[in-house]
């Protein structure tokens, strides 16, 4: 019998504590573990590149970086190498970069087939190169990846003091070139680069084989096929429900797995469950698609049949408008509970678009234990002059007369970017840089004598029509004391009354009116 521990996001307790006490270690055994064992795939190429370096090095981790002088390097003037060291995590490749304010042009020697090629970024201010004059082209082979790029906006915007893009092309000859360009429109341009990683990858991970018919295009009738003239750019991979997975931690193809908190959306309490003792089969994909991990932690719905029925799961991803991209979604059905055909039924929603009517984990995998995923491609169109917004992910169960249990499961997502006519290319977050804070002008104030001023003002004229009102009665009014009371009775009541007619004062406040009465509502 499988052993399942679930962890629920709400409601803590002397339980949920120690549960998560038990997860931790088991965690941390299961991640000594993975990292003892061989990994599923070894990489025919496998560079690892710290630019502007003049030794090789070794990263935290134990990775070998090589320094540039063994890689063929086309310039056009001299490149300017200057040492910088970020302030936390691993300084490898961010320690060196090379910077040039003309041209430069890396040439590898690869195989021939699908690779990863990772570009790492610190994106400083070197000396006499300040960090917001770097904007430049990146070309990967016949591929634009990055066009008028500036790293020091995408590292504000991600809020990193270093990262890396990691896009995927197919090689078709034994020579690959990775030219950089800075803005030639822009003063002071200059174009650099810290870390260059080109790992191999099997065949068809994510390029599909010859005899592949492709996979389900959202809300279109033909499927889609990814082909091997068309570049990716890995935007996201997620560990749903579980930790951060680290390069080194990987099937050997050094891809890092984020945590999915900050991409859910639902304020509902999902329920995290944790299998750590499952040795996932990999009889339907293979071992080397996501780590085992990524399989063993999931994100599920709940129990409460009401309340799933009438939400969404959801998470959202922010991406690029005008191009299509490629979603991978990882399953396993690990709990008890489920493993009859039925037992939990759902569908998928992309981009708000059904993209699964009724998606059954076990029906896909055989059974129980077995890891599976499910590829779709969905177009994000460009409404007017937006240039990002969120695709989402949901989950929702399907109807009840289809399903045992009212819920539904995820455990990984991949999305990638696909090249539109060998373009990958985004427009820079729209964020103001640290070295520029934005700052906060207040509305200028009046002078302290124009309140006093208004003030005297209503004063004198006030106590005119006080005098005038009293000569016109003394003059014009009989000067019977009886009838002279009852005017100036009359003459109060209505005065009183005009300054209010509505017998209500509404103040706003924010959001909030407030009511109050006025003594205008007293009668005369």
């Not at 690959?176 to 650099?192: E, K, T, V």
Request: some cysteine; overall charge neutral; charged content about 15%.
């Amino acid at each position: 019998m499988i052993n399942l521990t679930k962890r629920y996001v709400s409601q803590p307790n002397k339980l949920s504590v120690l549960t998560l006490f038990l997860f931790t270690f088991l965690h941390t055994l299961t991640i000594a573990s993975a990292d003892a064992s061989p990994k599923p795939y070894t990489p025919h190429d496998n560079i690892a590149l710290n630019c502007g370096s003049t030794t090789n090095t070794t990263d935290l981790s134990g990775r070998s970086w090589i320094s540039d002088n063994t890689i063929y390097l086309g310039q056009s003037s001299k490149v300017s190498v200057i040492s910088t060291s970020p302030t936390e995590g691993d300084p490898i490749p961010y320690t060196t970069a090379l910077l040039s304010p003309s041209q430069f042009t890396f040439s590898f020697t690869v195989t021939p087939g699908p690779k990863f090629i990772r570009l790492h970024f610190h994106p400083a201010s070197y000396r006499a190169f300040n960090r917001s004059n770097a904007f430049f082209d990146v070309h990967i082979g016949g591929y634009t990846v990055l066009s008028n790029f500036s790293a020091a906006l995408k590292a504000d915007d991600l809020k990193l003091e270093v990262f890396y893009s990691e896009f995927c092309i197919y090689a078709d000859e034994e020579k690959l070139n990775i030219l950089f360009n800075p803005n030639p429109n822009m003063p002071d341009s200059y174009a650099f680069i810290n870390g260059i990683e080109i790992v191999s990858m099997p065949n068809n991970l994510y390029y599909p084989s010859d005899d592949d018919t492709g996979f389900k295009f959202v809300n279109q009738v033909n499927p889609y096929r990814i082909l091997k003239n068309q570049a990716l750019e890995s935007l996201y991979r997620v560990n749903i429900g579980g930790s951060s997975i680290s390069p080194t931690q990987d099937t050997g193809m050094y891809r890092s797995w984020s945590e999915d908190g900050e991409y859910v959306t639902n304020g509902r309490p999902s329920v995290l469950p944790v299998n750590l003792i499952i040795s996932p089969s990999f009889s339907v994909i293979p071992n080397y698609s996501a780590p085992v991990p990524v399989y063993r932690t999931a994100r599920t719905m709940g129990t409460n049949k009401t309340v799933n029925e009438n939400y969404r799961l959801t998470w959202e991803f922010r991406v690029d408008s005008g191009f299509t991209y490629y979603v991978r979604l990882h399953f396993c059905e690990f709990q008890v509970e489920i493993t009859e055909l039925g037992d939990r039924v759902f569908q998928i929603y992309i981009d708000n678009i059904v993209a699964e009517h009724q998606a059954d984990v076990v029906s896909w995998a055989g059974g129980n234990g077995v890891p599976v995923y499910r590829d779709y491609a969905v177009m994000i169109g460009r409404a007017g002059n937006e240039m990002k917004r969120n695709l989402s992910i949901a989950l929702h169960p399907a109807p009840a007369w289809r399903t045992r249990y009212s819920d539904a499961i995820l455990n990984g997502v991949e999305i990638f970017k696909l090249s539109n006519e060998g373009n990958l290319a985004g427009p820079n977050p729209q964020t103001i840089p640290i070295s520029s804070p934005k700052i906060f002008v207040p509305p200028p104030r009046r002078p302290k004598y124009n309140l006093r001023t208004t003030f005297l003002t209503v004063i004198g004229v006030v106590s005119s029509f006080v005098v005038v009102s009293a000569l016109y009665i003394l003059i014009f009014r009989p000067k019977s004391r009886g009838e002279g009371s009852s005017s100036w009775s009359q003459l109060s009541c209505k005065d009183y009354s005009s300054m209010d007619g509505s017998g209500k004062v509404y103040s706003s406040v924010g959001n909030h009116s407030k009511d109050t009465t006025s003594v205008a509502d007293n009668k005369c």
